[in-house]
Each structure stands twice: as C-alpha cells, then as structure tokens.
C-alpha cells in the first residue's frame, strides 16, 4: 500500500519534472527562433546574461590555468620588452596609461576594458593563461600563435605592473625600446622539438588559429559554412594539389607556407605560417577522410 502510494508520488514528480523540461525546451526554441534576441553590438546583454557568462568565464580560466607555472617576473628589461609588446598588440583594443583604446576598440562588445585592474582580478597565471589562449566569443586573441612565450611572459609582467605606471613612465618605458622585431614567424621558435611528421592535435587548432577556416570547410573543425576556398577533406585520395603539385605531406606543407610559390596565380593568400606550425596542420588535414 505504501510501497505504491510513494511509487506513484515518484511517477508524478518525474512527469511533472519532464513535462517542465519539454516546456523549457520549446520556450527556448522559440526565442531562438523568433530572433527577438538582439545580436547587435549597440545593444548591451541583459545584466543577468553578462553575469552568468562572466561567472562561466572566470570559473573556466582558473580551472585551466591551474597548472602554470609563474616564472620569476622582476627584470627591468623584461618589464621593458613587455611594454613594447604592450604598444604594438594590445593598447589598441585594451588602452594603456594615460590613454584610451582605439575607436573600433571601443565599441567592441564584450569592451576590452583598461587591464590596470586586472591584477585584482587575475592571479598572474590567469593572465598569462588569457593571454596565451584568448577568450571565445569576444575578441580577445591566442597570442601563442603571435608572440613567444618569452614574449608572453614579458607582456605579463608589464601588465602586473600596469597599477603603479603613471602616463609618463609608459612613454619612458616604451621610448627606450624600438619595435620589437617582427614576430609572425615567433611561434616557429617557441614549438619545442618539432616533430618531422607533425603534430596533428597542434595542427588542429593552428588551422583556426590562421584563419583557415575563413576560407575553406575544414573535417572535423567546426565552423560556418564558406564557399571560398575547397572544402579540406579526403585530401589523400586527391592525385594533386590545386592540380599542380603531386599529393603528399610534404608538398602540403610547401603550399601552406608559400601557395604563391607553386602558383603565382592562387587566391589563396599567403599566411605567413612558420614551417613547424605547417608540418602540424598537414599532419592533420592529412589524416582526414
Ligand atoms: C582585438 C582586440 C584585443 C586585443 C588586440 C587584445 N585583447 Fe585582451 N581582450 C579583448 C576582449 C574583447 C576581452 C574580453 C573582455 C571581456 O570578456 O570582458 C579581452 C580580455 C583580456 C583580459 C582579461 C581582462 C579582464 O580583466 O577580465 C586580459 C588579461 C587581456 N585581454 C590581455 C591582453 C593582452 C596582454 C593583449 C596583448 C598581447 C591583449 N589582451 C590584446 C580584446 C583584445
Ligand atoms: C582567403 C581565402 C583562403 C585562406 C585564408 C586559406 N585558403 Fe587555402 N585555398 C584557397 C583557395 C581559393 C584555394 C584554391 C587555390 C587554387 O585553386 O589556386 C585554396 C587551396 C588550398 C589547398 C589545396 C586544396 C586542393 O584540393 O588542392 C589547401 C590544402 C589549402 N588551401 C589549405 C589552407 C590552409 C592550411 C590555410 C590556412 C593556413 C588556408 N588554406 C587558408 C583560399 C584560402
């Protein structure tokens, strides 16, 4: 007696819990749908969303940048470096001392805010963790594929200083130190002993981090539909490349360092892509059906 009278409590609490569920689901589909939510960048997110998402945000970079570890970061010509690393990649969206972001910085939406409050917000790893990943969904680069670590160390150390720096000691700082060399090709030098077949994992996230993807329907890569360049598939099964070069690993890496070396003529432009990085995304297109 008892024994069914709880089992049909249990019955009517799942229905019940389902039935809500379904009715979430339907609600939701519709407001998708509908396209009432407004996507422009001139409208703010609802409080509730911008929290909800900062929270998930905050909660995602502690857990991934658990494991790095802070070098020593106290070198006058470190703090140096990473003021004119600072000029060059980042002022223009986040600003600097004594000075605002650029105009379209401004109203990038989530807004890059100043990052003199970072420190009270990020422990040194979090930042150099940001730094190195970026942050999906709004704008904030990977800089592992544009600067050094070194680099990277050097731009988290100037901005673990950034509370104390007066407007002055920014244009001192950065002054003394001309442009840093060029670093397009500084993620070559960072990828430590680099695999002569390629690393396809690497290879994967490299083929976004170049913008592959703007152009070409990549296996396995998820992203919009493009009609641009082909889509990148059973590439092994192809006898040539754009009909020029025979098919082979090697000869993928040839095209993406330098396409217009093989055809002067190819709309695929040239990335800029350091050969170590190359090696990696052949290694992955390679091994997709
Ligand atoms: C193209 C614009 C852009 C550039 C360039 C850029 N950032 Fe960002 N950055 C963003 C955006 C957008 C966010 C996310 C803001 C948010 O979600 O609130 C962000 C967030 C951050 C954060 C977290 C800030 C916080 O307080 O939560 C850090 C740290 C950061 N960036 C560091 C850097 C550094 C260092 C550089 C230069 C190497 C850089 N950014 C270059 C756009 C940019
Ligand atoms: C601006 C657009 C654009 C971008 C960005 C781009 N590609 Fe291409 N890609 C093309 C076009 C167009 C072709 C066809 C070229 C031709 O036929 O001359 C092509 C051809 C190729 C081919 C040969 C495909 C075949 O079937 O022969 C490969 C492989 C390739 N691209 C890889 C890449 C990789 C890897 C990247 C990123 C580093 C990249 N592409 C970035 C436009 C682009």
Redo the contacts with the bound molecule.
């Keep these: 007696m008892l024994a069914n009278r709880s089992r049909l409590i249990i019955k009517t609490a799942l229905a019940t819990l389902a039935l809500a569920a379904l009715a979430g689901a339907i609600i939701g589909l519709v407001v998708l749908k509908s396209g009432i939510y407004p996507i422009g960048a001139t409208t703010q997110h609802l409080q509730l969303v911008h929290s909800v998402l900062e929270e998930g945000m905050r909660a995602s970079v502690q857990q991934h940048s658990r494991n790095v570890k802070v070098p020593a970061l106290d070198s006058p010509a470190q703090l140096r470096r990473g003021a004119a690393l600072f000029r060059d990649n980042c002022a223009h969206c986040h600003g600097g001392p004594g000075f605002a972001q650029s105009d379209w910085g401004k109203s990038m939406q989530p807004l890059p805010g100043p990052l003199v409050d970072a420190t009270r917000r990020w422990e040194t790893a979090d930042i150099y963790w940001i730094t190195k990943n970026g942050i999906k969904m709004s704008g904030m680069p990977a800089w592992q594929y544009h600067l050094t670590d070194e680099e990277l160390w050097s731009v988290v150390s100037f901005v673990r200083q950034l509370p104390a720096l007066t407007a002055r000691d920014y244009q001192r700082l950065t002054e003394e130190v001309a442009t840093p060399a060029a670093t397009a090709t500084a993620a070559a030098t960072s990828t430590p002993a680099v695999l002569s077949q390629g690393d396809p994992a690497r290879g994967k996230v490299?083929?976004t981090q170049?913008?592959?993807?703007?152009?070409?329907r990549i296996a396995g890569v998820t992203g919009s539909e493009v009609f641009?360049?082909?889509p990148?598939a059973g590439?092994q099964k192809?006898q040539?490349?754009?009909?020029k070069l025979p098919?082979s690993q090697d000869n993928?890496v040839r095209?993406?360092v330098d396409?217009k070396a093989v055809?002067a003529?190819?709309?695929?432009?040239v990335?800029n892509?350091p050969e170590a990085d190359?090696r990696d995304?052949?290694a992955y297109?390679w091994k997709q059906r």
């Design positions: 490299a083929l170049y913008a592959c993807n703007a152009c070409h641009v360049g082909k990148l590439l192809q040539f490349i754009v009909g098919m993928l095209w993406i396409p055809d003529h190819t709309a695929m432009p990335m892509v190359a995304m052949a297109l």
